[in-house]
């Protein structure tokens, strides 16, 4: 067990639906990423956010949004999906925010839409 | 941009040692190199990182040239619960005060067989 939580841990939804994809750091960690795995794609990083800010970002499409909140809980924020948004979701954290990337994964949420 | 390149598989046997290199260019000066393994469904877990020369912990070591344009991932006497797939992670080159990326390769199946 990483300490990393993720909810939910499998989504089902309709094309151009929203959803909402949470995580909860491990105790003590500053430092949350997002990734999206698809088997075509491979694991692609999102975005980071340190101590509530955004941090560093990757190829996040505009459609999607992320926010760390000052409990240091961090929301995915996925709209208008896609039959291509198809993937896991997973969220990392790890103490800081440049250098290191020891991060700590969670169980990731597995996002289907029909 | 950063770039990773991995093998797509490779094979060994029970207590063989195996050696993963992963070519990356253009990486940020000050990040670390990190090397994650990731069994199916679940979140990648952390294994080893290091800056230069060789790292080395209970798990694998890491050799890194004084370029930083490759890393090696060497476990030694692998067994059969080591076949997973296993990722290097670098971070772009001088990100500064520019948000930066982080860059998972592909992945390198590792599968050992008896």
């Known amino acids: 067990d990483s300490g990393v939580t993720q909810t939910p841990k499998h989504l089902i939804t309709a094309t151009g639906q929203r959803v909402t994809l949470r995580c909860s750091p491990r105790?003590?960690?500053?430092?949350v990423y997002w990734y999206q795995q698809s088997l075509d794609q491979g694991l692609q990083f999102l975005i980071q956010?340190?101590?509530?800010?955004?941090?560093a970002k990757g190829n996040i499409l505009e459609r999607f949004s992320a926010q760390q909140f000052p409990d240091l809980h961090s929301e995915l924020n996925l709209s208008s999906l896609e039959l291509g948004d198809s993937a896991l979701y997973f969220c990392?954290?790890?103490?800081?925010?440049?250098?290191?990337?020891?991060?700590?994964f969670g169980p990731g949420t597995r996002l289907t839409v029909t | 941009l950063a770039k990773t390149t991995q093998p797509i598989s490779m094979d060994s046997y029970e207590g063989q040692e195996v050696n993963i290199t992963c070519s990356h260019n253009?990486?940020?000066?000050?990040?670390?190199i990190t090397w994650y393994q990731q069994f199916p469904s679940q979140g990648p877990r952390f294994i080893i990182q290091?800056?230069?020369t060789k790292v080395t912990n209970e798990v694998a070591s890491l050799f890194i040239p004084a370029d930083r344009k490759s890393s090696t991932l060497s476990l030694p006497r692998v067994s059969l619960s080591d076949t997973a797939v296993y990722y290097c992670?670098?971070?772009?080159?001088?990100?500064?005060?520019?948000?930066?990326?982080?860059?998972f390769g592909r992945g390198t199946q590792l599968t050992v067989w008896p």
């Open positions: 253009n990486i940020a000066t000050n990040d670390y």
């Open positions: 956010y340190y101590n509530g800010e955004e941090r």
């Open positions: 290091g800056y230069k």
């Open positions: 992670l670098v971070g772009d080159k001088d990100r500064g005060s520019t948000l930066g990326r982080l860059y």
């Open positions: 105790s003590g960690d500053l430092s």
């Open positions: 990392a954290s790890s103490v800081g925010y440049t250098g290191s990337y020891e991060q700590y």
